[in-house]
């Protein structure tokens, strides 16, 4: 066990996860284990950060724009033997979601875990960036493991990292499961203030899941659909000429419910012209704008807007002169401008009006992560050289520019790991456990499972992907390593596994 202690007189400065571990401590022989920071606050906040990455009706925003997060800025890292590792405690472990009373069996097909997933987040740059994690057990079942690099921006010396979510079972820009917003952060103290890559290890509680869209549309009045705050939108269908003069209020001009539209515009009459019939024609803001506001053959010229509330796929499919909005609440909007006309009877005109619907239950509440796709067990100061399952979201490509992966779907590692530690000197690592991997960036933070069941898709996470390196100098990695699980893990895990979360909707 290596514990690192403050240097006498030295001054540190505390940001982020370091407040709450020096916190009213008065030496180093007082710091606790384990540091925390809060990332989403409160609902709203969660909130807030589910609409960054996913807007409220389901159109794609963020997620599917993030790139792998690579944080090593060094050259290609080397493992070196460090010495066998002496566990600080007795082995333990925690089972894992549903498997609380059940005894282990034995099974041969390998199947990828419905546990993992991604985590993203923004970084200190303003990019959109990824690791992969996977939900693990917990008294609340709110839980997610990943490496302390993919929550903290230790480089930068800065808080965790911002809009940070985790999406299991990722999948171009989908979200089988639902989204998971953070809300506390739990890392070693080692890893928030001295960049310890022996501690790089994270454990997130995160909100109750929501499913970004759905609902039901509800067909509505008119009243009720101006009054309603939440996800609208209106539908158009043709009518009568005797329906539309029943809406059409003749004094202010059509109203926003019904509206006429001529199949030609070359025969422009007055409105005293016997039969005339006054039709839209839709311009641009521009044109709208800029359109004289006296009388032209009798009627106004700029004549009358209408902001149309549509679907995500009928705001993509738009191709007109409006403006086009998304607002906060998820809401598709497009305003469109009409400039008046009067047109003979003769010509052909077609009648239209808007049917309104609001949508409820947008962002449903999904409850915990680990109900609706279980978690892994954890466990620590197991015996090195065992048999492991890396499942992660292998990206970028290796040193030499080579591509192998490409983050869309998860790949998998397995092997036994080193039977003794190795150290890198470029990282400040001095206890990592190794395995033979080939994964490239964006398997940060990948779980390490041991005694893992193929049926049952579940283990105990005894390591994360912590570091890329190449044993054998051709620019490809071929090796990756992981903190050692130890008491002190244990620590910061069970302070994490007993904090409480709660939902979007609180």
């Avoid at 509800?218 to 539309?244: H, P, W």
């Avoid at 019939?277 to 009358?304: C, H, M, R, Y």
């Avoid at 992660?392 to 520019?401: L, S, T, V």
Wanted: glycine share 10%; with cysteine; aromatic share 12%.
């Amino acid at each position: 066990m290596k514990r690192i202690l403050l240097p006498a007189g030295g001054a540190i400065l505390a940001t982020g996860l370091l407040a709450a571990g020096l916190a009213g401590t008065a030496n180093a022989n007082s710091v606790p284990d384990w540091a925390s920071d809060t990332m989403a606050k409160d609902a709203p906040a969660a909130q807030a950060v589910v609409d960054f990455w996913f807007a409220a009706n389901g159109h794609t925003n963020n997620l599917a724009k993030a790139t792998p997060y690579t944080w090593e800025t060094k050259a290609t890292s080397k493992l070196k033997v460090s010495g066998g590792y002496t566990p600080d405690t007795k082995a333990n472990e925690i089972k894992p979601i549903g498997e609380e009373t059940k005894v282990a069996s034995k099974t041969k097909n390998i199947n990828l875990p419905k546990t993992i997933g991604k985590v993203f987040f923004v970084n200190d740059k303003g990019d959109l960036k990824w690791c992969s994690g996977t939900s693990i057990q917990g008294k609340y079942k709110n839980l997610v493991a990943t490496a302390g690099h993919c929550v903290y921006d230790d480089d930068k010396n800065a808080s965790v990292m911002d809009k940070w979510v985790f999406v299991p079972g990722y999948y171009q820009g989908k979200t089988p499961y639902g989204i998971y917003v953070g809300k506390t952060a739990f890392t070693h103290y080692d890893f928030s203030v001295y960049n310890d890559r022996d501690r790089d290890y994270a454990f997130v509680t995160v909100y109750n899941g929501v499913q970004p869209g759905g609902g039901t549309p509800t067909k509505v009045t008119k009243a009720e659909f101006d009054k309603y705050e939440g996800v609208k939108f209106d539908k158009a269908r043709a009518i009568s000429e005797a329906d539309y003069k029943k809406c059409v209020d003749y004094n202010g001009g059509e109203t926003a419910d019904c509206w006429a539209k001529a199949s030609d515009l070359s025969d422009v009459v007055g409105p005293d012209y016997p039969g005339a019939i006054k039709v839209l024609k839709e311009v641009s803001k521009g044109q709208f704008d800029a359109a004289p506001t006296g009388k032209v053959n009798g009627s106004k010229a700029a004549g009358a807007t209408l902001v149309e509330h549509v679907t995500a796929s009928q705001y993509k499919a738009y191709d007109g002169p409006g403006y086009q909005k998304i607002d906060e609440k998820g809401n598709f909007t497009i305003t469109h401008y009409f400039v008046k006309y009067w047109v003979k009877k003769e010509v052909k005109v077609s009648y239209f009006a808007s049917d309104f619907y609001i949508v409820k239950d947008v962002n449903k509440d999904l409850g915990a992560l680990g109900n609706n796709v279980g978690g892994q067990g954890v466990s620590w100061n197991q015996k090195t050289g065992g048999k492991v399952f890396v499942f992660g979201y292998p990206a970028d490509a290796h040193k030499d520019g080579h591509k192998a992966y490409t983050g869309v779907t998860p790949k998998w590692c397995y092997g036994a790991t080193s039977g003794k530690t190795y150290a890198s000197a470029a990282y400040k690592a001095e206890e990592h456990i190794a395995l033979k991997c080939a994964m490239t960036p964006g398997a940060d933070g990948s779980p390490w499972l041991i005694k893992y069941s193929n049926t049952k898709r579940l283990g105990y996470v005894n390591g994360v992907t912590s570091i890329f390196h190449d044993q054998d100098g051709n620019d490809r990695y071929d090796y990756s390593s992981s903190p050692y699980f130890d008491g002190e893990t244990a620590t910061v895990y069970n302070q994490a596994a007993n904090t409480w979360s709660g939902s979007l909707k609180k």
